[in-house]
């Protein structure tokens, strides 16, 4: 049975894109969901496997798993949720519309992923490994930012509970919280931060780095390297925790 399996999803580009080419480049086979089918080198094709997938649709998410499985060939170990979007609001002028889908994909879709590989592994007492990107936004504080904090929250409150509620099946559960990871998601951030304060997007960038203990931000390979560890041996009695990946700004 081929048990170097992940599913990552949100895996088009970011992040998630490292964190596939990080378990490629260990061997895996993995299955990359993304609402866009992923552009990938020919190098990949035979050990990557691409699906168009709303991570925050029911239904969706029930038939694109058990298709990964059908292609791969057996139930999948790891699962990466990575797939996630962010975008500011003040309450005042906060819409449930956006309170909600914030929620969905990066909430309930950490569910119904979570939800239908666990059922597999445990039906087939397989262990297996669940790693879920949160965030620092999840545990420190950010003006603007409460929905997407909200469910990032969220995440470390399922991560936690699952790991004790999942122990006995040998499958690990474990959160990952990074702070400023240079994506499309984080350039969007400095633009935002610029256009509200004025300063040029050269003054933001010096002084979103200047907060950070390791004078630098984080690149989408540093979220790739701690997934990688979490799915490794060498992290089997790791459960529950949620670690940041801030270069040392929040220290709790
Ligand atoms: N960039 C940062 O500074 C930062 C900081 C903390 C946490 N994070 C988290 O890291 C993860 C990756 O973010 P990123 O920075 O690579 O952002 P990104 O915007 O570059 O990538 C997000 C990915 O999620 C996918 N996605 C969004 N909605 C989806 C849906 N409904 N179904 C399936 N896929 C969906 C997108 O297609 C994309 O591949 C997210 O969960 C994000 O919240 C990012």
Not at 102 to 111: D, H, L, R, S, Y
Not at 161 to 169: D, K, N, Y
Request: with cysteine.
């Amino acid at each position: 049975m081929n048990d170097k399996t992940v599913i990552v999803t949100g895996a088009s580009h970011g992040s998630g894109r490292a964190i596939a080419e990080a378990f490629l480049e260990a061997s895996y086979t993995v299955v990359g969901l993304s609402r866009r089918r992923p552009e990938w080198g020919a190098e990949y094709s035979a050990r990557f496997i691409p699906f168009s997938c709303d991570v925050s649709v029911e239904a969706e998410v029930e038939r694109t798993f058990a298709a990964a499985e059908e292609a791969v060939g057996a139930p999948i170990r790891v699962l990466v949720n990575n797939a996630g979007i962010s975008s500011a609001s003040p309450i005042q002028t906060d819409t449930l519309a956006h309170w909600n889908q914030e929620f969905a994909v990066n909430a309930t879709g950490v569910f119904l992923c979570t939800r239908h590989v666990v059922r597999r592994l445990v039906e087939c007492g397989l262990p297996g490994r669940i790693i879920n990107i949160s965030s620092i936004a999840g545990r420190s504080a950010f003006p603007n930012l409460s929905a997407y904090s909200a469910s990032k929250a969220a995440v470390i409150g399922f991560t936690r509970s699952l790991a004790v509620e999942l122990g006995r099946h040998d499958i690990t559960v474990n959160a990952i919280c990074p702070g400023s990871v240079e994506t499309e998601m984080f350039r969007d951030v400095l633009k935002r931060l610029a256009a509200e304060s004025g300063k040029t997007l050269e003054t933001i960038t010096r002084e979103q780095t200047s907060v950070i203990p390791l004078c630098r931000f984080q690149q989408p390979e540093d979220v790739a390297a701690l997934a990688l560890f979490l799915a490794s041996d060498g992290a089997r009695n790791i459960s529950g925790e949620a670690i940041n990946l801030d270069g040392g700004v929040v220290r709790c």
